[in-house]
């Protein structure tokens, strides 16, 4: 089952998130510290990590960028009421973020969003595993072409 990480300050929002998401087939956790979320980040392997974007200790994107340093495959989001945000924007086009969600959101499309995130992960994951095995076949196919070649 995939995990996905919640990171709000607001502990309402966490707990409206953990409710919407209560019978959904992935894991949800949340957190309402940065600090405390990156550790989880550290000890768990997450598909999908959402930050909120305005918080005191550090903004969302400080922290999704650590957050991407530990756990690079991890489909990055953040949702926010401040959707002029120039930061987001480029966030969005340096490659840290995937998807700007804005607050209030809407639990369906919320839903949405995150089961596309789920997909992309997964597909990233799948391709992985198809690249490893297209090197492993090569180095297979230059082994056996050097030993067909040996006078």
Same mark, same amino acid.
């Given at each position: &089952?995939? =995990?996905?990480?919640?990171?709000?300050?607001?502990?309402?929002?966490?707990? +409206?998130?953990? #409710?919407?998401?209560?019978? =959904?087939?992935?894991?949800?956790? !949340?957190?309402?510290?940065?600090?405390?979320?990156? @550790?989880? $980040?550290?000890?768990?392997?997450?598909?999908?990590?959402?930050?909120?974007?305005?918080?005191?200790? &550090?903004?969302? %994107?400080?922290?999704?960028?650590?957050? #991407?340093?530990?756990?690079?495959? *991890? +489909?990055? &989001? $953040?949702? *926010?009421?401040?959707?002029?945000?120039?930061?987001? *924007?480029?966030?969005?086009?340096?490659?840290?973020?995937? #998807?700007?969600?804005?607050?209030?959101?809407?639990? !369906?499309?919320?839903?949405?969003?995150? =089961? @596309?995130?789920?997909?992309?992960?997964? %597909?990233?994951?799948?391709?992985?595993?198809?690249?490893? !095995? $297209? @090197? #492993?076949?090569?180095?297979?196919?230059?082994?056996?072409?050097?030993?067909?070649?040996?006078?």
């Amino acid at each position: &089952m995939n =995990k996905i990480l919640l990171l709000d300050d607001e502990k309402p929002i966490l707990g +409206v998130l953990k #409710r919407v998401f209560f019978d =959904k087939p992935w894991g949800t956790y !949340t957190a309402s510290d940065p600090e405390e979320a990156l @550790q989880m $980040v550290k000890e768990n392997n997450f598909a999908v990590i959402i930050s909120d974007f305005k918080m005191p200790k &550090m903004n969302g %994107l400080e922290f999704l960028t650590k957050a #991407r340093a530990i756990s690079p495959d *991890s +489909v990055m &989001m $953040v949702f *926010s009421g401040y959707a002029e945000s120039e930061a987001i *924007s480029k966030a969005i086009d340096d490659g840290i973020l995937s #998807r700007f969600i804005p607050k209030p959101w809407n639990n !369906t499309e919320l839903y949405g969003i995150i =089961k @596309q995130g789920l997909e992309r992960y997964e %597909l990233a994951k799948k391709n992985k595993e198809l690249f490893k !095995t $297209v @090197q #492993r076949q090569t180095r297979e196919i230059v082994r056996l072409k050097l030993k067909i070649d040996k006078p």
